[in-house]
């Protein structure tokens, strides 16, 4: 199945965190929270949001830093993601 997202939508895939720290200490996976890093996915094309033009500045491949609580989350051929507005995106990590 193939998603695309509509106007400034965009689809994110989260990056899992590490499991262990880097002094070798294993992470317990009862108490994981949801990473704020995410891969961009797909982009929508922009354009007019509530008449305000709205130019996508995200590109598939980023990596980004996502608002905690934002999104829809989505499970497509068992894989989840979150599909978000552009303006919920807090920044790319280069």
Do not use: C, H
């Not at 982009?43 to 996502?66: A, F, L, N």
């Amino acid at each position: 199945m193939k998603l695309t997202p509509l106007a400034d939508r965009v689809l994110l895939k989260a990056i899992e965190a590490e499991e262990t720290t880097k002094s070798g200490i294993i992470l317990s996976t009862a108490n994981k929270e949801k990473s704020a890093f995410s891969e961009v996915v797909a982009v929508g094309p922009g354009g007019m949001v509530d008449g305000v033009e709205v130019k996508m500045t995200v590109k598939p491949g980023q990596k980004v830093v996502v608002a905690k609580y934002s999104g829809t989350e989505v499970k497509i051929d068992d894989a989840d993601y979150t599909l978000v507005k552009q303006s919920d995106i807090l920044a790319i990590v280069e």
